[in-house]
Nanobody, 118 residues
Framework: QVQLVESGGGLVQPGGSLRVSCAAPGINFSWFAMGWYRQVPGKQRELVASITNGGSTNYADSVKGRFTISRDNSKNTVDLQMNSLKPEDTAVYYC????????????WGQGTQVTVSS
């Protein structure tokens, strides 16, 4: 069973920055699109940002210009740099790996809490 491992969550003040990282051991990383999702209690999990194996990125409107997703295919890692954080960014952030061809190969991390509060 593949398990993605997130790290880097925590508490930050509004306007601050935080970087969350995801390691994806045990998969052929270059065949996977990677994404970061977030979820707050009582709401559906939503896509924050994604990056294809070729490096094309996509962002939710609410984070455009503030968040940057990047990947390192040599290390099987994907990062999300979050700047100008707002209280509404508070959520559990999840890493996702989705195979570009075999849709059943879809993996999640355990989540990391990001709290933006003064």
């Amino acid at each position: 069973q593949v398990q993605l491992v997130e790290s880097g969550g925590g508490l930050v003040q509004p306007g601050g920055s935080l970087r969350v990282s995801c390691a994806a051991p045990g998969i052929n990383f270059s065949w996977f699109a990677m994404g970061w999702y977030r979820q707050v209690p009582g709401k559906q999990r939503e896509l924050v940002a994604s990056i294809t194996n070729g490096g094309s990125t996509n962002y939710a409107d609410s984070v455009k210009g503030r968040f940057t997703i990047s990947r390192d295919n040599s290390k099987n890692t994907v990062d999300l740099q979050m700047n100008s954080l707002k209280p509404e960014d508070t959520a559990v952030y999840y890493c996702n790996a989705a195979h570009k061809i075999v849709t059943s190969l879809n993996y999640w991390g355990q989540g990391t809490q990001v709290t933006v509060s003064s």
